[in-house]
């Protein structure tokens, strides 16, 4: 037996291997860029609805998704931001525009990571959000307050008592 005869029979066992190990390999790769996709789309949406379910998940689950050494700004930037978001200030509306800015910051680095050519101008601006759903989450906001404070005691549910015979007269 030659040593092409060799090389043949390895080459014949070991290319299906090779094959089935790479294709693994290159879906593990493809499965971890949906994932991150999918956190980075859920963060893009809910970009105007911050206090959202889907936006605090997406959030949280940054530090699990992008572990990669190529994630490190993207690491670094969601700390600053959760550090800002746990630090409260005095003074709102600076407290509002520093988080507008990290946001945007962690939005743009992920956008670089997974081969987006977004702008900050772009991220920031992009967004549409109708005033009637800003109107609708102050609305909520304060049934619930209400209901809350009604079931806690603090207040109650103002009634007016009214005699039917005075509507009739007039």
Not at 44 to 52: D, E, H, I
Request: net charge neutral; glycine share 4%; with cysteine.
């Amino acid at each position: 037996m030659e040593i092409k005869d060799v090389i043949m029979i390895i080459a014949v066992l070991v290319g299906p291997i090779a094959a089935v190990q790479i294709q693994k390999f290159l879906e593990i790769k493809r499965q971890i860029k949906e994932r991150k996709l999918l956190i980075f789309k859920a963060l893009m949406g809910t970009r105007t609805a911050r206090v959202s379910v889907e936006h605090v998940q997406a959030l949280n689950l940054i530090d699990i998704e992008f572990v990669e050494t190529k994630d490190k700004k993207v690491r670094e930037c969601w700390k600053m931001y959760n550090d800002h978001l746990n630090s409260p200030s005095p003074e709102l509306q600076s407290w509002v525009d520093k988080s507008n800015e990290l946001l945007i910051e962690l939005l743009f680095e992920m956008s670089k990571s997974l081969g987006y050519s977004f702008d900050k101008v772009d991220i920031k601006n992009g967004a549409y959000s109708p005033v009637s759903h800003g109107n609708m989450d102050e609305e909520v906001t304060k049934i619930r307050k209400g209901l809350a404070d009604v079931f806690s005691g603090v207040s109650a549910i103002p009634i007016e008592i009214k005699n039917p015979n005075d509507q009739l007269l007039q």
